[in-house]
């Protein structure tokens, strides 16, 4: 796993990337020498060629991450890898249709789009198949050794056995509380915590993960002391839990543990920067995006009676109470006989052209005014109601914490998580803000931007 953006990507994934730019690059580069008349150094250096090309991988590769294909290196389908590597090969006509009315000097020789994207295909689909099965294999995995079995360790040990691109296996488990040779979530019991000398010398591994299921037990801190000191890996589940899975997670989560995180944010110069550029793309997006929303506001007036805008009393920093702004999606009076609740994934009370704008994200426009009033910014938790504040703030622990930060209109939960409308779902967005809010910086509010695109394209997590 290797850290970017303040998010962990596993190292298969990017070997995977770079492969690709190597192979998408070549596709066209040999797809140039196939045109008539056209010297490929003199094409390269003085007419543009590079950056031609590097367009069109540009494109190649973003289209593949929206549709999926580096959150699994593993071909589930041939027939669905096809589909999407025909898409891939659509958008790149568009783009180089595009390229020719508006920069004609960048786009690439008709011959060489043409059998670049014929070669683009079978070369990229039989890449695919070899990565996920051989590759993926050669590039071999961490062998963990876990200390104890709680409910993080468990989660991991089941992650990263469903997941073999993760880079990780589970060597077994050291447990009193099991007899050796049961298995614990998919890992065999190796024996107890007292043997975990002899079981590291004949297993070897890379990494001991700490997961102990009562903090009674004793753990062998010397003989774990002598291991980090020959140069193995010591860490916590609750770590290895938030690598893998992009959450903190408050299964076993202590306050001594925030209190004491030397990471942990938010700092007050990470949050001033992420107003003023908060504030700066708002300003810009407002302008740039008013036709359109003059041209939504129009289709809520036309399909619905009431008013255009709704205006909603929501939870922001430090627990200030601030009025929300939405195009309206709902029927007018939509609480006036069940009160306060959650909206459902299909709820009845929705406008035809209000399920669409929710689809879109584009309801969420107006609050580019609560991010220039400075009550929101970009990126952040989503601003929850003080109906559902005081009740969940009782119900789950850590979850006013939340409010340590502005609201945002994404965030890392919301292109992380599905739609979610019960305690359990708030908790696993909870375990995403809390991570957000760890991890507080221009990079990761630029990445989860990044990601909502994708999500708005695809109709994807939570709304």
Not at 135 to 144: F, K, M, N, P, Y
Request: glycine letters at 6%.
């Amino acid at each position: 796993m290797i850290r970017l953006f303040r998010v962990f990507i596993p190292a298969t994934v990017l070997t995977l990337l770079a492969s690709e730019i190597v192979i998408v690059f070549g596709c066209f580069l040999l797809a140039i020498a196939q045109v008539p008349d056209i010297s490929v150094p003199i094409f390269l250096i003085y007419e543009n060629g590079l950056a031609s090309i590097a367009l069109v991988v540009t494109a190649v590769l973003l289209t593949l991450y929206y549709q999926d294909l580096y959150n699994d290196v593993h071909v589930a389908s041939k027939y669905v890898l096809i589909q999407k590597l025909l898409l891939t090969i659509g958008i790149v006509f568009i783009f180089e249709s595009a390229i020719a009315y508006l920069t004609p000097e960048l786009m690439l020789p008709r011959h060489a789009t043409f059998f670049g994207c014929l070669f683009l295909l079978p070369a990229l689909a039989l890449w695919r198949m070899l990565f996920s099965t051989l590759v993926v294999r050669a590039l071999g995995t961490q062998a963990i050794l876990f200390l104890g079995s709680n409910a993080v360790a468990r989660e991991v040990i089941k992650k990263i056995s469903c997941n073999p691109e993760l880079g990780f296996s589970a060597l077994g488990i050291l447990d009193d509380s099991h007899p050796v040779g049961e298995m614990v979530a998919g890992a065999p019991v190796l024996g107890p915590m007292s043997a975990i000398l002899d079981v590291t010398a004949s297993k070897r591994p890379d990494r001991i993960v700490v997961g102990m299921t009562e903090r009674r037990q004793a753990m062998p801190v010397h003989e774990l002391l002598n291991l980090r000191f020959q140069g193995i890996r010591v860490e916590e589940a609750a770590v290895t839990y938030e690598s893998i899975f992009g959450r903190v997670s408050t299964t076993e989560l202590r306050p001594s543990q925030l209190i004491y995180s030397s990471d942990l944010g938010p700092l007050p110069s990470s949050m001033r920067t992420q107003m003023i550029y908060s504030t700066a793309i708002a300003v810009i997006a407002f302008v740039v995006l008013l036709p359109l929303t003059l041209l939504v506001a129009l289709a809520v007036r036309l399909t619905s009676r009431g008013p255009v805008l709704f205006r909603q009393r929501r939870v922001g920093l430090n627990g200030k109470i601030f009025t929300l702004f939405k195009f309206r999606s709902m029927v007018v009076d939509a609480e006036a006989k069940t009160g306060a609740v959650w909206a459902q994934p299909d709820d009845p009370r929705v406008t035809p052209i209000g399920r669409f704008l929710r689809m879109s994200r584009l309801d969420e426009l107006p609050q580019l005014i609560n991010v220039l009033r400075g009550e929101m910014s970009l990126v952040g938790p989503r601003p929850e109601r003080p109906e559902f504040v005081d009740v969940l703030s009782q119900l789950i622990a850590f979850y006013p914490q939340r409010h340590s930060v502005r609201p945002g209109i994404t965030g890392w939960a919301q292109v992380n998580y599905k739609y979610g409308n019960s305690t359990e779902d708030t908790v696993i967005k909870l375990e995403y803000d809390l991570y957000y809010i760890k991890n507080l910086s221009v990079t990761l509010d630029f990445y989860i931007i990044f990601q909502t695109i994708k999500v708005m394209l695809f109709t994807k997590s939570g709304h």
